[in-house]
């Protein structure tokens, strides 16, 4: 059974950091793009970086480009997101992902078969 499990939210003051981890578990994504979706009250999820399965590729969402960074340890099967110069727009519950398809690397959520049960970041003003 394929688990991916995020890690790493909490509460922080605007311009705090902070860094979500994602493990996965019941299959390796060595060979799968991954990446990291994130849903704020009342919103539909929305893309938020992603990193392809050899780490060599990053995208990001243009409200994060600058401050947020995606990067994966494919010996331990992790993803993680580190969060920097945070704002209360970056509230939300934060997910990681991975398509079913080797090698896809995409910003759509449609895409995306496997997701953590999410983590909650909230930033504070």
């Known amino acids: 059974q394929v688990q991916l499990v995020e890690s790493g939210g909490g509460l922080v003051q605007a311009g705090g950091s902070l860094r979500l981890s994602c493990a996965a578990s019941?299959?390796?994504?060595?060979?799968?793009?991954m990446g990291w979706f994130r849903q704020a009250p009342g919103k539909e999820r929305a893309f938020v970086a992603v990193?392809?399965?050899?780490?060599?590729?990053?995208y990001y969402a243009d409200s994060v480009k600058g401050r947020f960074t995606i990067s994966r340890d494919n010996a331990k099967n992790t993803v993680y997101l580190q969060m920097n110069s945070l704002k209360p727009e970056d509230t939300a519950v934060y997910y990681c992902?991975?398509?079913?398809?080797?090698?896809?690397?995409?910003?759509?959520?449609?895409?995306?078969?496997?997701w953590g049960q999410g983590t909650q970041v909230t930033v504070s003003s």
């Open positions: 992902a991975a398509p079913f398809v080797r090698g896809v690397v995409t910003t759509s959520r449609y895409e995306y078969d496997y």
């Open positions: 019941g299959r390796t994504f060595s060979s799968h793009a």
């Open positions: 990193i392809s399965w050899s780490g060599g590729s990053t």
